[in-house]
């Protein structure tokens, strides 16, 4: 199988270092609103409008890159997958990534940098623009099941294949509302559902 992985709370630890991040930012710009628990939309469960979330990326994006942690276990078990045999295609919305400029390129060999640090195996980095869906990319690339944490994008690919929601603590209010869609709490989990997946085909 083809299988669609997301970078940013999927192989690193986005919420570790946004939930830290956060109170300098909030601090700086005045911002009292307190973490909505229950909201599963990113921006909005740690109390911004999108106006606060866009700065706040455009101002940590490169500290981001740079020191976010990356899970350990991803390392493990995407490389199982790869020696089970499938393809490993990165898609995903990181800031930059998709742009055809000096930006684009610094973020790009960032990427490649770190996933040789992180051990991290793949075949292919597919580049959305933030602005638009994975849907395209993953269908044109014929990925067969992907793997994200924003719901967004895990309803709107679930409507064409598999996806695995991976839970973390900004979308676990977040109800499974199709069958094509899993939740799963940690890359060994992960790999069992597509073991299954690959049991049923």
């Given amino acids: 199988m083809v299988i669609g992985i997301d970078i940013d709370g999927v192989i690193t630890d986005m919420y570790g270092y946004v939930n830290k991040a956060r109170r300098k930012f909030n601090k ?23 106006q606060e979330s866009d700065k706040f990326w455009d101002e940590i994006i490169w500290d981001y890159a740079q020191n976010v942690k ?13 020696e089970d045999g499938h393809i ?41 623009e933030t602005s638009k869906t994975k849907v ?7 990925v067969s099941v992907m793997i994200d944490d924003e719901v967004r994008n895990i309803e709107e690919i679930s409507h064409h294949i598999p996806t695995i929601c991976y839970t973390t603590k900004y979308n676990k209010s977040y109800k499974v509302s199709n069958s094509n869609m899993h939740r799963c709490k940690n890359w060994k989990e992960i790999y069992l559902y597509i073991n299954s997946l690959k049991q049923e085909t």
């Fill in 88 to 128: 490993i295609y990165i898609v995903t919305k990181r800031h930059f990534l998709s742009h055809d400029n000096e930006n684009g390129k610094k973020m790009q060999e960032l990427i490649i940098k770190q996933f040789k640090e992180n051990a991290i195996q793949y075949d292919k980095i597919l580049a959305v």
């Fill in 136 to 142: 395209n990319s993953i269908l044109e690339n014929s």
């Fill in 70 to 82: 990356f899970y350990k276990s991803a390392s493990k078990y995407i490389k199982k997958l790869r």
């Fill in 28 to 50: 700086e710009n005045n911002i009292k609103t307190p973490k909505n628990k229950s909201a599963y939309l990113f921006y909005e469960y740690f109390g911004w409008n999108r």
